[in-house]
């Protein structure tokens, strides 16, 4: 399955090209109803980002942040990674080299947030 919940407040999506992509954050999108959750994007199975993926990933953006979660996107191809750097939404973002990292930042912010 793309979509794990890795513990009660975070899901991990492994991504991969359209059209499974649109698969894949509408079940994200449906368990952000349920909760609010931080998520981290798995990138290394994406092999190109179209604008609809961009767009999907800007409301995801956007859910996340009004909810007050996290977002993290890591394991980006260069060629996925140039798409950002072209758009300028590298700046909006926050990368991590690979999904143990990510979860790592998580667990700290949280560990942060607690004090």
């Known amino acids: 399955m793309a979509v794990q919940q890795w513990d009660e407040d975070t899901l991990v999506v492994r991504l991969t090209d359209d059209p499974v992509l649109s698969e894949e954050m509408a079940e994200v999108n449906a368990r952000l109803d349920d909760a609010g959750r931080d998520v981290v994007l798995d990138f290394s199975d994406l092999t ?6 961009i767009s999907k990933l800007l409301r995801l953006r956007k859910r996340t ?4 979660h996290q977002l993290i ?3 980006l191809k260069d060629k996925v990674w140039g798409v950002f750097l072209a758009t300028g939404l ?5 990368f991590a080299e690979d999904v143990s990292e990510a979860l790592t930042r998580i667990q700290k912010d949280r560990a942060d947030n607690t004090r």
């Open 48 to 53: 190109i980002l179209t604008s609809s993926g």
């Open 65 to 68: 942040t009004e909810a007050g």
């Open 73 to 75: 996107l890591c394991s």
């Open 90 to 94: 590298d700046s909006i973002y926050k």
